[in-house]
């Protein structure tokens, strides 16, 4: 899904759920905080989320690094005016991660991206990958929480796994073609969620 047809899908979606999104989110969406963490200790400047939701993450990374630079690029209306509300002193836009311009959010070049549950609805994940790595800075990193592929699980839990998924349209990200293009991966128990990081490619 891609382009207005998805952001009207969004719209309708998160226009009843949003008030409920972080209290249910919570016993399912496992692995955020533990990216956040590692992020929050590590030495950057700026940071934009892709996807941020309600803007729970970057509120939380907001409290641990109050130097730091946000930003966010959301394509739900319903879920940017909730951010903006929560975080206004982030730089927020009205987007898509396959074509969005960092430019617009942060005015140049950005030391982390952060992809948490949003890389597997997205339209073409392969196409926000590259846009995220192009708009990186020197020593930039895009950093990724998502579902796996539950390997660990029994295939009667597996396959009931992706029907859920599918209801809401969210496709497992391709996390071999992930380590494919460099990305480190580590994976939660059962294999139900990994963390991914992926450094800006250098060009010789």
């Not at 009205?94 to 890389?119: H, I, K, T």
């Not at 609805?121 to 796996?148: C, H, K, S, T």
């Not at 699980?153 to 071999?176: G, K």
Request: charged share 25%.
């Amino acid at each position: 899904m891609a382009g207005e047809p998805h952001r009207d899908f969004l719209n309708r979606y998160y226009k009843w759920s949003r008030p409920i999104y972080d209290l249910t989110r919570k016993y399912y969406l496992f692995g955020r905080d533990t990216l956040i963490t590692d992020l929050v200790r590590e030495p950057w400047r700026s940071l934009v989320e892709i996807g941020p939701g309600t803007g729970r993450n970057l509120q939380k990374i907001a409290r641990k690094r109050p130097d730091a630079v946000l930003g966010g690029v959301e394509p739900c209306d319903e879920m940017l005016a909730l951010a903006r509300k929560r975080l206004p002193h982030a730089m927020w836009v009205r987007g898509f991660a396959e074509d969005a311009r960092f430019d617009d959010v942060m005015g140049g070049p950005v030391d982390r991206v952060m992809c948490s549950y949003s890389l597997s609805m997205m339209g073409d994940p392969d196409a926000a990958i590259d846009r995220a790595l192009e708009q990186l800075g020197p020593n930039g990193e895009l950093a990724v929480v998502d579902f796996g592929d539950l390997a660990g699980a029994p295939r009667v839990v597996r396959e009931s796994f992706h029907t859920w998924l599918n209801t809401f349209h969210v496709t497992p990200v391709d996390v071999e073609a992930l380590r494919q293009r460099g990305a480190t991966i580590r994976f939660g128990p059962l294999r139900y969620f990994f963390v991914a990081r992926l450094r800006r490619p250098v060009v010789a």
